[in-house]
């Protein structure tokens, strides 16, 4: 059984950078495929970013390439969101979510089976 906790979310600029953070507290996240997902202010939740067990293979929605990159260190059991060029849209609670095999519709969210309570981005001036 996973328990996902994210960190990292903060207040930051437009233009800053930021890295968040995704772990399990009582299971390995090193068997799982993780995806970030968003949610900003009235809006509904969107897929940002999938990585699988072995971290070669990633997708990125058009909205955060090139800007965001996702990557995992299995041997800290956690999976990182680093976001550059960040954007007052780039604005939500961010959350990780593991599954047990990559789906190639990544962003379908009840794919996954285990999310964690998110953590809040903000970027304004």
């Known amino acids: 059984q996973l328990q996902l906790v994210e960190s990292g979310g903060d207040l930051v600029q437009p233009g800053g950078s930021l890295t968040l953070s995704c772990t399990s507290s009582?299971?390995?996240?090193?068997?799982?495929?993780t995806t970030w997902f968003r949610q900003a202010p009235g809006k509904g939740r969107e897929g940002l970013s999938v990585?699988?067990?072995?971290?070669?293979?990633?997708q990125y929605a058009d909205s955060v390439k090139a800007r965001f990159t996702i990557f995992r260190d299995n041997a800290k059991n956690t999976v990182y969101l680093h976001m550059n060029a960040l954007k007052p849209e780039d604005t939500g609670v961010y959350f990780c979510?593991?599954?047990?095999?990559?789906?190639?519709?990544?962003?379908?969210?009840?794919?996954?089976?285990?999310w964690g309570q998110g953590t809040q981005v903000t970027v304004s001036s």
């Open positions: 979510a593991a599954a047990s095999y990559y789906l190639s519709a990544w962003a379908i969210q009840s794919h996954y089976s285990y």
């Open positions: 009582q299971s390995s996240l090193n068997s799982y495929v």
């Open positions: 990585i699988n067990v072995s971290g070669d293979m990633k």
